[in-house]
């Protein structure tokens, strides 16, 4: 079992950044691979990015590669995600998820979900 809080989330001028935190309990965070997705109002939720349980691996959507940074510490249990440069189109609510696999860039894979973190892009 892993409970997932976000942090970090905000109001932000376009071409500006912020970090999201994502902290985890449990002993086996480290196990997890943990992904970020998003949800803009009246849109589905979409992957962002990914991390493996290591961090050595990340994969991202392509709306948000070469902007966005997903990293982890595991002796934290947090993940991160680091956003610069950002776009009115970035404005969602965030959440992270957890799953012991990895690779999917799907939802329903996930089994473990924060209540998400705001984060608003202004123009």
């Known amino acids: 079992q892993v409970q997932l809080v976000e942090s970090g989330g905000g109001l932000v001028q376009a071409g500006g950044s912020l970090r999201l935190s994502c902290a985890a309990s449990?002993?086996?965070?480290?196990?997890?691979?943990m992904a970020w997705f998003r949800q803009a109002p009246g849109k589905e939720r979409e992957f962002v990015g990914a991390?493996?349980?290591?961090?050595?691996?990340?994969y991202y959507a392509g709306s948000v590669e070469g902007r966005f940074t997903i990293s982890r510490d595991n002796a934290k249990t947090t993940a991160y995600l680091q956003m610069n440069n950002l776009k009115p189109e970035d404005t969602a609510v965030y959440y992270c998820?957890?799953?012991?696999?990895?690779?999917?860039?799907?939802?329903?894979?996930?089994?473990?979900w924060g209540q998400g973190t705001q984060v608003t892009v202004s123009s």
């Open positions: 998820a957890a799953d012991l696999k990895y690779g999917s860039r799907w939802q329903g894979e996930y089994d473990y």
């Open positions: 449990g002993r086996t965070f480290s196990s997890y691979t």
């Open positions: 991390i493996s349980w290591s961090g050595g691996g990340t």
